[in-house]
Protein backbone atom coordinates (compact mmCIF):
# COMPACT_ATOMS: atom_id res chain seq x y z
CA UNK A 1 0.00 0.00 0.00
CA UNK A 2 1.67 3.31 -1.05
CA UNK A 3 0.78 6.15 1.29
CA UNK A 4 1.19 9.90 0.67
CA UNK A 5 0.34 13.27 1.90
CA UNK A 6 0.17 14.03 -1.41
CA UNK A 7 -2.78 14.60 -3.76
CA UNK A 8 -0.52 12.14 -6.74
CA UNK A 9 2.07 9.95 -6.30
CA UNK A 10 4.78 10.86 -8.60
CA UNK A 11 5.40 8.44 -11.44
CA UNK A 12 1.80 6.40 -11.15
CA UNK A 13 -1.43 7.47 -12.75
CA UNK A 14 -4.74 7.50 -10.57
CA UNK A 15 -7.20 4.96 -12.37
CA UNK A 16 -9.61 4.83 -9.86
CA UNK A 17 -10.77 6.53 -6.91
CA UNK A 18 -12.29 4.15 -4.37
CA UNK A 19 -13.52 6.80 -1.77
CA UNK A 20 -12.43 8.52 1.56
CA UNK A 21 -10.79 6.40 4.16
CA UNK A 22 -9.95 7.00 7.79
CA UNK A 23 -8.57 5.73 11.25
CA UNK A 24 -9.03 7.10 14.53
CA UNK A 25 -7.55 5.70 18.14
CA UNK A 26 -8.35 7.30 21.55
CA UNK A 27 -6.00 6.32 24.39
CA UNK A 28 -5.65 7.39 27.62
CA UNK A 29 -2.80 8.43 29.15
CA UNK A 30 -2.03 6.84 33.05
CA UNK A 31 -1.13 8.63 35.72
CA UNK A 32 2.55 7.60 35.91
CA UNK A 33 3.00 9.17 32.66
CA UNK A 34 1.03 12.59 33.29
CA UNK A 35 3.14 12.46 36.46
CA UNK A 36 6.56 12.45 34.58
CA UNK A 37 5.19 15.02 31.91
CA UNK A 38 4.14 17.43 34.48
CA UNK A 39 7.91 17.50 35.81
CA UNK A 40 9.65 17.57 32.54
CA UNK A 41 6.97 20.71 32.38
CA UNK A 42 8.92 22.11 35.55
CA UNK A 43 12.75 20.76 34.39
CA UNK A 44 12.18 21.51 30.54
CA UNK A 45 13.04 18.62 28.45
CA UNK A 46 11.07 15.98 25.99
CA UNK A 47 8.48 13.15 27.39
CA UNK A 48 9.29 10.05 25.68
CA UNK A 49 6.39 8.45 27.31
CA UNK A 50 3.84 10.82 25.66
CA UNK A 51 5.82 10.47 22.46
CA UNK A 52 5.56 6.77 22.13
CA UNK A 53 1.79 6.74 23.26
CA UNK A 54 1.62 9.27 20.34
CA UNK A 55 3.24 7.22 17.61
CA UNK A 56 1.34 4.10 19.14
CA UNK A 57 -1.84 5.92 18.26
CA UNK A 58 -0.58 7.29 15.41
CA UNK A 59 0.22 4.06 13.78
CA UNK A 60 -2.89 2.20 14.89
CA UNK A 61 -5.13 5.31 13.28
CA UNK A 62 -3.01 4.33 10.05
CA UNK A 63 -3.28 0.45 10.24
CA UNK A 64 -7.23 1.04 10.50
CA UNK A 65 -7.28 3.69 7.26
CA UNK A 66 -5.12 1.20 5.32
CA UNK A 67 -7.10 -1.42 6.18
CA UNK A 68 -10.18 0.12 5.16
CA UNK A 69 -8.99 0.95 1.69
CA UNK A 70 -7.34 -2.52 1.18
CA UNK A 71 -11.37 -3.73 2.21
CA UNK A 72 -12.44 -1.07 -0.91
CA UNK A 73 -9.78 -2.41 -3.20
CA UNK A 74 -7.26 0.44 -2.98
CA UNK A 75 -3.84 -0.45 -3.77
CA UNK A 76 -2.78 3.30 -2.24
CA UNK A 77 -3.83 6.68 0.00
CA UNK A 78 -3.37 10.13 -0.99
CA UNK A 79 -3.67 13.56 -0.09
CA UNK A 80 -3.58 12.02 4.06
CA UNK A 81 -4.05 13.96 6.73
CA UNK A 82 -3.26 13.50 10.35
CA UNK A 83 -4.82 15.01 13.72
CA UNK A 84 -3.49 15.24 16.81
CA UNK A 85 -6.08 16.28 19.73
CA UNK A 86 -6.49 15.75 23.68
CA UNK A 87 -9.83 14.94 24.41
CA UNK A 88 -12.04 13.99 27.99
CA UNK A 89 -11.92 15.46 31.49
CA UNK A 90 -8.98 18.14 31.75
CA UNK A 91 -7.42 16.54 28.28
CA UNK A 92 -6.84 13.02 29.68
CA UNK A 93 -7.18 10.94 26.89
CA UNK A 94 -5.74 11.34 23.52
CA UNK A 95 -6.85 11.23 19.85
CA UNK A 96 -5.36 10.85 16.79
CA UNK A 97 -7.54 11.01 13.30
CA UNK A 98 -6.36 9.91 9.75
CA UNK A 99 -8.07 10.59 6.92
CA UNK A 100 -7.13 10.17 2.70
CA UNK A 101 -8.08 9.07 -0.37
CA UNK A 102 -8.30 5.31 -1.35
CA UNK A 103 -7.44 4.73 -4.64
CA UNK A 104 -6.13 2.06 -7.41
CA UNK A 105 -2.99 3.16 -9.21
Given at each position: MLLTTTPQI?????????????GETIIGA??????MAGLRDIVGGRSASYEKVLREAKDTSMMEMIERAQAM????????????ETIGEAGSMLM??????????
Open positions: DGYTIREYRGVVTNIFKDFGANAIVGIDIDYVATSGTAVVI
